[in-house]
């Protein structure tokens, strides 16, 4: 028994999008604000597909974050643990926090971190990754930074009043290799961590020849 014969031409195969990401935005019909917090929002958007149906799509609104990859001389990054309620545990981390200053740019934000967290000041800046921490639900955007030349700040000048979480932190210098080592072993959670030591080791490969400036726009 012979197979029947296609009737019209297959469609052919367009070229593939380039790999990167754009902005796109499908109309949103109807959204309904849930809660509004301290730090995050939560509304319930119906946004209407190509097809012309509408779907339900639950959105955490977040102000965004900066991570810092503070790397001395000796190839070792700065790196702080800090107790993380909504999990449950004591989580090492890279410097890092919300960007919740209106017209702070990035850089400043990263910088001001640092410098609250661990207390040290850095003299080269560049970027490393920007990402999105969790796209399907939160409008989270983090960029992490690398920083470079780093100077103790005497405890006398610092102004910065540790509350909370951050009056527990505890600071330790891990040379890279064995914190991406780490992070291979599932020893190490934090996602601004993982991305940012990864990044940084390959980064490094190249002499970080081919890193973003700290004021580059963000995409």
Avoid: C
Avoid at 53 to 60: F, Y
Avoid at 182 to 204: D, F, I, P, T
Wanted: overall charge negative; cysteine-free.
């Amino acid at each position: 028994m012979t197979e029947p014969q296609p009737t019209t031409e297959p469609e052919r195969m367009t070229e593939p999008p380039p790999i990167a990401d754009q902005p796109a935005r499908w109309p949103v019909v109807a959204s309904v604000q849930h809660y509004q917090g301290k730090i995050i929002n939560v509304r319930t958007d119906t946004v209407q597909v190509p097809e012309g149906t509408t779907t339900e799509r639950e959105v955490v609104e977040h102000p965004g974050a900066v991570g810092v990859v503070a790397l001395d001389d000796d190839g070792r990054v700065l790196m702080i643990r800090q107790y993380r309620h909504a999990v449950g545990r004591l989580l090492w981390e890279l410097p890092a926090g919300l960007r919740d200053v209106a017209g702070e740019p990035a850089a400043q934000t990263a910088r001001r971190e640092l410098l609250e967290e661990t207390g040290y000041r850095a003299r080269d800046w560049h970027v490393l990754a920007d990402y999105f921490s969790s796209p399907g639900i939160i409008t989270e955007r983090l960029r992490v930074f690398l920083a470079r030349g780093l100077e103790e700040v005497p405890v006398a000048d610092r102004t910065f009043v540790p509350e909370n979480e951050e009056a527990h932190l505890i600071l330790d210098w891990v040379p890279l290799e064995r914190a991406v080592s780490l992070v291979l072993a599932g020893e190490l959670h934090n996602g601004v961590a993982v991305v940012g030591l990864l990044a940084a080791h390959r980064a490094r490969q190249d002499g970080f020849a081919g890193l973003r400036a700290a004021d580059a726009p963000e995409k």
